[in-house]
């Protein structure tokens, strides 16, 4: 699957096309061929296609940070930890990135958090994000309930951050990916489903 996945993102990436509406209808009807009695419709296609370039598993995850921060392996986990909740005015488990590789501290600024925090939001919707180092010495959480964050250092390195409404950033395949949703949700509003050969051989 992660194979695919890289291979949906260069390919996406490197598209030098837009995504026209009969570009779509022709790839829809391609589809059909293979599935004539229950065709999915072309915004049900984009989906699955921006899934797949968002799809990543935990470990996967772990060990891209690790790599991409030269940590050293298997120094990042999620743990799960009772912790308070401001936008719910409680304390609640939640799970929480934890680094625990002490040159973590000298490179974990707000950059460093929110890039962490990115990925993790991709591939997993959750209430609350919590990126932490060992010992929670500095530290980012957002909340969705109230799209409100934090990110602060214990040892007044970096002054409090408040946070509010994030914004993921865009990669290199998501305008494509965005023409062709657009592109889909036309299609889909007005287009019949493809009768393929197949469903015609059986009706004969």
């Known amino acids: 699957m992660l194979s695919l996945r890289a291979f949906v993102r260069s390919f996406f990436a490197q598209l030098p096309l837009t995504f026209s509406e009969p570009c ?5 009807k391609m589809v059909a061929q293979a599935q004539a009695y229950d065709p999915p419709r ?15 598993t935990k470990d996967n995850y772990l060990r891209t940070v690790e790599h991409a921060y030269g940590l050293r392996g298997y120094f990042c986990s ?6 308070y909740r401001p936008a719910l005015g ?5 799970v929480v990135l934890r680094i625990d590789d002490p040159a973590a501290l000298s490179m974990f600024d707000e950059d460093m958090a929110a890039d962490l925090m990115e990925g993790w939001m991709r591939f997993d919707a959750v209430g ?3 990126v932490a180092t060992k010992d929670s010495q500095r530290m980012l959480y957002y909340d969705t309930a109230n799209r409100r964050g934090v990110y ?24 494509c990916l965005d023409e062709l949703e657009s592109a889909a949700t036309v299609l889909d509003a007005h287009a019949p489903l493809p009768i393929t050969e197949s469903l015609v051989n059986h009706r004969s």
């Open 24 to 28: 779509l209808e022709t790839t829809w």
């Open 42 to 56: 072309p915004t049900l296609i984009a989906k699955a296609i921006r899934r797949l370039a968002d799809f990543d």
């Open 78 to 83: 999620f743990v799960r930890e009772r912790v």
């Open 90 to 94: 409680k304390q609640e488990n939640v």
């Open 128 to 130: 609350h994000y919590r």
């Open 152 to 175: 602060w250092a214990s040892d007044g390195a970096d002054r409090p951050l408040d946070i509010r409404e994030w914004s993921i950033r865009t990669r290199a395949w998501d305008a």
